[in-house]
């Protein structure tokens, strides 16, 4: 069968400090980083064993915190890369780790999913690495929480970045009515798809795709339908993916989550971002990324994200 894993272990650490985000400077001990290396290093092996059952699989690694600062996640995407059985494997990142790894990597098959953090990083430091995934051919997307006080800042990430990367925005909805017109309109600019981010689609009983070839793996082996619902739908390493493979329409009320309403078959997203769905890189519009200028409106009206403030 053909399936997407997202995989996510014991990692519970950051490097950043972001106040929208629980895992911010946090720490892990010795022995949670232990068992996250071993438990990853099961999964790799695994995965690698499935070549012989026929599955083809994608597999995206979205950690609580940051994984690339730690080698067992660069060898593991490296080894996973040059299998061939493996369509995709990509990681979502900050991208504060070195990149002198990724030559080892398939660039076919590899990718990124980078996040830009203003005020936790300069951004000719983070644009110094999107420019070294660049030049080395390695497909990656480049985004960040669409709070005001950064607009300022994302405006000039998209100024700068060469025109053919994807610059998406995810919609800041901690707040009922966050965004004015103008805010819309501004963040639309910088990504076309904004808002369909903004959005919060309905979807219970509603067909979905999580639990019958999309899975949620934990560090453990158990499998859950999504990160939103957590129904534990079995053991990896027991019951195998036909074990766990069977319809499931969505039990939740709404889905607002990238990485969750992507696999929802009625919105049909593949014709936004084809088979660059799981690294967030659109297809469609890409002379557009290039072309955009900072709206008069927050020049001559002194707008927030003219400020940054």
Known sequence: ???????????????????????????????????????????????????????????FFNPYGEGLVHRWYQTAMAELSHMEHVDKVAIQTNLSAGLDWTDGLNRDKAAFWATYHPGQVSEEAFLTRCCQLHSRGIPFSVGSVGVKEAFRAIASLR?????????WVNAFKDKADYYTEADRSFLSGIDPHFERNLMDYESIGRACLAGESVFYVQGSGLVKRCYQDRQVLGHLYRDGL???????????????????YIHMPELNLEKIYGEQLLERIAETGTEMYGAWREPGLAEQEGAHYSRGS
């Open 1 to 59: 069968m053909r399936a997407v894993l997202y995989y996510r272990g014991s990692l519970s650490s950051c490097n950043y400090d972001c106040p929208y985000c629980p895992f911010g400077k946090k720490k892990d001990s010795a022995e949670t980083l232990a068992r996250d290396r071993e438990q990853l290093s099961r999964f790799v092996e695994w995965v690698g064993a499935q070549g012989a059952s026929g599955h083809r699989l994608k597999i």
């Open 159 to 167: 100024r700068t970045l060469p025109s053919d990367v994807y610059v």
């Open 242 to 260: 036909e074990g766990l493979s069977r319809y499931r329409p969505c039990r939740m009320k709404s889905c607002g989550c990238y990485i969750g």
